[in-house]
């Protein structure tokens, strides 16, 4: 659901409460200018850190950034060796946002990561946990259907554990047991770089989010675009199923 917030962009913007961004178009952006894809990663991280300034600036209360998804590791070993040296250092930097007031969470399957990483996001959400300026999110091997999927092996065994039957099992029960748990249902999903799907991005939590798709590449897009988003979804009309 979306409040009222009062950012920058004043009273009368409905903002968003959560919003989702695919960072998307990394690898296009180097290519334009003859660069390894990992210059694009490079920048990217950059914009990364600019966009989630904005939003707290905003009065967006949730943002979940999509940086690796469980399909990525198709990639070239390179190119993911060089995600994720990346990562480690966003995970050095994300500690600057915590003087801001921010709380930092990760959704995603971690058992797969370097355990050093784990270590520094344990690190992170825990040392965060209290603040409440803004929720960042960071989506790494991430992918909804892996999520749904360790859900419902979670509730699985509790049903045959017999801590529950299986006529419990309902929206809210579900809900509870995704990566996301206490993080909001996403408003508005943003994916620049000209396509327009969820690449298994927040597919639950989706149901009923808004979009806004540009083509844009990730490395360019700007504090003005997330503006823009924001200002197209204050805009919008839902419905939720009702009239
Ligand atoms: C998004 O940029 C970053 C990740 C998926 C990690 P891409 O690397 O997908 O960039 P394009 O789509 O190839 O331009
Ligand atoms: C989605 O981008 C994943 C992230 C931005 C992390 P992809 O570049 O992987 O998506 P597809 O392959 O174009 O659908
Ligand atoms: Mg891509």
Redesign the pocket.
């Known amino acids: 659901m979306s409040k009222k917030q009062v950012g920058i962009l004043g009273e009368n913007v409905l903002v968003p409460t959560h919003v989702g961004v695919i960072?998307?178009?990394?690898?296009?952006?180097a290519k334009k200018r003859a660069l390894p894809?990992k210059f694009?990663?490079r920048e990217?991280a950059k914009t990364f850190r600019t966009i989630a300034r904005h939003a707290k600036a905003i009065g967006i209360s949730y943002i979940t950034f999509y940086?690796?998804?469980t399909e990525?590791w198709k990639r070239p070993k390179d190119e993911v060796d060089a995600?994720m040296d990346l990562f480690e250092k966003y995970l050095d930097e994300v500690r600057d946002f915590m003087d801001e007031n921010i709380r930092v969470r990760f959704v995603g399957d971690r058992t797969m990561l370097k355990p050093v990483l784990q270590e520094k996001m344990k690190k992170v959400e825990e040392d965060s946990k209290d603040f409440d300026s803004m929720t960042l999110v960071l989506a790494i091997n991430y992918g909804g259907r892996d999520e749904i999927a360790h859900a419902v092996r979670s509730i699985a065994q509790d049903v045959a554990d017999g801590k529950i039957g299986a006529d419990r099992i309902n929206e809210s029960l579900i809900q509870s047991r995704l990566y996301t748990e206490e993080i909001p249902d996403v408003d508005l999903i943003i994916r620049p770089?000209g396509e327009q799907r969820l690449s298994n991005f927040l597919i639950w939590q989706a149901a009923y989010a808004e979009y806004y798709f540009t083509n844009i590449?990730?490395p360019d897009f700007s504090k003005k675009d997330l503006e823009k988003a924001v200002l197209t979804f204050s805009e919008r009309n839902r419905r939720f199923g009702g009239i």
Do not use: K, P
Request: hydrophobic share 35%.
């Open positions: 960072m998307d178009g990394n690898g296009r952006w894809r694009g990663h990217g940086a690796f998804s990525n995600i770089s590449l990730w």
